[in-house]
């Protein structure tokens, strides 16, 4: 039994004796090296590398990466990893074979990479497998590579930088293992990364037991029998060399480290050499393996894998890398730029404090484990040195790792001990208030820094090589390419996540340089790029650091200049556009608008003035209005501050936002987006569905203005007159022709609201040329808004929201959407038929709202709006909320609520109150409008006139006798139609009409009769509510109104009073009461069971007084059965210009009004 097999079988028995024994003969074979030949010495460390295979005990694999640690620190790597020169390959590859095969990068771990660089490979194998095992075999490995390369890089033999980037090149076959384990990287689930080039799959996926781990072990170990030792042919090669012929210089003519004099390559080995070097090649198959573990790596070893990638690119010969991006395919070029947003996400810079306070808590911890016995001496050195720095980042910003709360590998007893951990817990100590001694070499909050920045500038610099080499490609079709999103979405990182200072002047000096090379990118065709760029600069803007803002400013300031020279001085419509809609978002997502930021637009502004070659152009004027509107919206934005618990005001300033940017569609699409997100979350629908109506309008009459569709023959010419919304549009919501309705603009849209006539008030501005509206965007929002419509119960309107879109999928012969679009309608007709049988629809109620004190609502003073108030909104409950409102604002004790409805003289109010007045209020309809709107709904659609009444008495009382009793009937008229974009809409007009009490009379007993004659016609009678109906109709008990109205107008001794034609209106509608009671009880009789037999009897006795005591007030016989039908034809025939308008009112109730009928007379209650 040799040694390596007393190492094997003996660890566990005797383990201090067989570390030793591991590490004497590490020591052996290092020294081997002097005086046996290297192929016979690669041979002798391949076989004992080979002993401890890929899931063997945890011992074993560190007695493996302890071997390789010792013979690796040879003094002589470099030259042993290197081919020899003189050596000749026998194969039968031509001279420019082999000329193309030495110029592909090696970037994979192959058989014909480790024939050639045994040492390395070797290294890289061992390390690839141990990322497959434990965490601390994953660390260990890890660390041995990174000391290692570390090394070389401060080796004063290897200074120079041609054999600097020499040595780099031995290690890309580490590209490749980064790209196989990709998706195990700690990315905290911010990149959505798509990665082809593995099959794994995440800890979250697979939960694995013990007996198919042991399967998945054994499984892997047959798969990989061929990667665990080198191959036949490359052991043979190992013994083929008698001395060392090495050279540390520059090895461009060298072919292989490892080769064979005895045998000729094999057929495998020989096709692996031939590659075209003009053609895309993709990654050759690892000696990994494809089947990897599951589980992720931890940040720390994160940052070990990409401190050594990022080690090679900067090192590296340019030429390498060139060479590479030529060669590879476009899912690798996109890998290769996940993997420098990895770099610059995982090394991004968190500030001093963040880090020293991670540091305190790292050396707190420490201490305590140690004071607690857990680790014992201290003397000794440890074996991780960089322990404390990977548990410091095990979590950033507010986001822990399941693993943050312990320190993640505690190797060796003495792993607090070593000189460098008691350095920093000095410092940490000395340093305790958060801020670590200046004068410390090693401070690591210093140390952190400078690699932030070292790592910003490494991938600033590979970003800048590669934009100078694919200049053209990234040019292509003006830059709207996925390789030029790719190269800019890493740019763009640099801006998203935290930087140095010192960083950022070159990351803004890098982009003006991008920007300066592909203008066409941002500056023609889409404006995503533009956009982007414009959101993160105006962030920068707002920096706490001055210089930071400046060269934010600066950087701004030059792509408004690139934007001008691009266009040859017409103007900056590009830039000017992306920055107001930039700003409009940051508004919401990061608050600006501060002092730093208000600094930053001054700085532009000087820029613009002292840039004398464009002083004579329109340019400075063009960036002062600019900075001008951005102040505007940073003024209404603190506006919208100040009212943030108003949404009503918070609507209307968003409003006023949306309308001055008429010229901008994209600006005005913007804020109607941002109202419509305010209704949802307020739960006012309909609101929300006018909005993305609204938006939809907008886009139609963009697309028809710039000659999207082609014009009709004058099929629309009247329809921009002021009478546009009589003309029945649902004609022209079909195809003709094969052309799409759209093509009239906002009028297509005037069927569902005539408010849309706001969006043909587009100014013809060039800011319209750079908005990139289709039909399919068209299409987008009307779907959305059918969504809504369908959530606020407004099912009539989606059969016209889906006819222009049906017009659109016929033209294209899409079936299955026109079979879907043609069931939502089926299905809105259907729940139609279903709300207007049971009227269990609530479309809301309306208020009428005043306010009054100029010291309070400034601009609202003595103005009066319509509120539309969800459902069976009360008055007392809007009431309520209002004064709640605007207590919280001014104070309970300066806000008073006027309780009545009478007509306010702002004069004679007390300027130290801020006066709010509250009034219910009904559609109103006159005799057209009634007969064309016949069911509920069209009695709350597009509705603008409104109508209250408030008694009064000639006297002065607010009531009295009904001989007395007067009211006031107004009617107001709204700026809009409800429903709009906007829950409130100021009152335009007011009409008042006065009543005498022979009128008031009149009035009622009409309304009266209506609701009877209404529930009596229902196709389903409420039998509940035509019963309470009726008992207030006929009860004695409670038919005081009635008859005191006829006691009152209609004996002979009071009629004189009252004009004849009132009089004689008022007999007659008194018959038609009688008529339209003797119908209800008959109707009621046919619908109530036996027990109810009774009541009816009752009811009918109360019939029947009711009709005798008429019957003597107006001196003629009543009888129920002989009242003439004629009656009803008069009542509608006769005219009497003071009652007719009453008449229609009543008929138009809507069904709220109708629950409240009873306290009408009372509307201030």
Known sequence: MNVSDHVFWKNKEFQEETRNANLAVAMFVKRCFTFMDRGFTFKLINNYVNMIAPGDNKTLCEFKFEFLREVCNHEHHIPLSLPIPSAKITDQASPSQTQSTQDVPEYSLTNEYCRKHFLTGLLLREVGFALQEDQDIRHLALAILKNLMAKHSLDDRYADKSKQARIASLYLPLYGMLLDNMPRFFMRDIFPFNFNSSNQGSRDDLSVSGGLQNQVASALRQANSVDTSFSKEVLNSITAFSSLAVSTANHVDSRASLISIESNPSNSDKNSEKTDACEKFARPLSLIGSALRFDKLDQAETRSLLMCFLHIMKTISEDVIVSYWQRAVHQEISDFFNILELCLQHFRFLGKRHIARKLAAAVKLAQATQNNGTLKGSSSSAQAPGLLSQWMHSSQDGHRHCRSMTMPIIRGKNALSNPKLLQMIDSANAGSNGNVAETDTLNPTDMEANVATEVCLTVLDILGLFTQHHKKQLQQDDGQNPLMRKVFDTYLLFLQINQSTAALKHVFAALRLFIHKFPSAFFQGKADLCGSLCYEILKCCNHRSCSTQTEASALLYFFMRKNFEFTKG???????????????????????????????????????????????????????????????????????????????????????????????????????????????????????AMCYIHIAALIAEYLRRRGYWKAEKARNSNVFTEDANLINYNQLLTSRDGESSFIMGWAAFLCITPNVKEEGAMKEDTGIQDTPYTEDTLVEQLELCGDYLWKAERHELIADVNKPVIAVFEKRRDFKRLSELYYDIHRSYLKVTEVVNSEKRLFGRYYRVAFYGQGFFEEEESKEFIYKEPKLTGLSEISQRLMKLYSDKFGAEHVKMIQDSNKINPKDLDSKYAYIQVTYVTPYFDE?????????????????????????????????????????????????????????????????????????????????????????????????????????????????????????????????????????????????FAEACGHALEVNERLIKEDQLEYQEEMKAHYRDMLSELSTVMNEQLHYGTISSSFCSSLSNMSLATVSKTDCVQGGHSKASRIGAASRLSSNQ
Request: hydrophobic share 35%.
């Open 928 to 1072: 057209k409008e009634l007969q064309e709107k016949r069911t509920d709904f069209e009695r709350h659609h597009n509705i603008r006139r409104f109508v209250f009444e408030t008694p009064f008495t000639l006297s002065g009382k607010k009531h009295g006798d009904v001989e007395e009793q007067c009211k006031r009937r107004t009617i107001l008229t709204t700026s809009s139609s409800f429903p709009y974009v906007k829950k409130r809409v100021q009152v335009i007009d007011q009409q008042s009409t006065e009543l005498n009490p022979i009128e008031v009379a009149i009035d009622e007993m009409s309304r009266k009769v209506s609701e009877l004659n209404q529930l009596c016609y229902m196709d389903e009678v409420d039998m509940i509510r035509l019963q309470l109906k009726l008992q207030g109709s006929v009860s004695v008990k409670v038919n005081a109104g009635p008859m005191a109205y006829a006691r009152a107008f209609l004996e002979e001794k009071n009629a004189k009073k009252y004009p004849d034609n009132q009089v004689k209106l008022l007999k007659e509608i008194f018959r038609q």
């Open 570 to 688: 017409k103007s900056i419509v590009r830039s000017h556009l992306q920055l107001i809609k930039a700003v409009s978002q940051l508004i919401a997502d990061a608050g600006i608008g501060g002092s730093r930021f208000q600094q930053s637009l001054a700085i532009i502004n000087n820029f613009a003035n002292v840039d004398a070659p464009l002083k004579s152009t329109s340019f400075p004027a063009e960036v002062k209005d600019l900075t001008k509107r951005i102040r505007t919206v940073l003024m209404a934005t603190s506006q919208m501050k100040e009212h943030e618990k108003d949404p009503e005001m918070l609507v209307d300033l968003q409003y006023s936002l949306a309308n001055s940017y008429a010229s901008t569609p994209e600006l005005r699409r913007t804020w109607l987006e941002s109202m419509a997100k305010i209704h949802v979350r307020n739960g006012d629908l309909s609101e929300a």
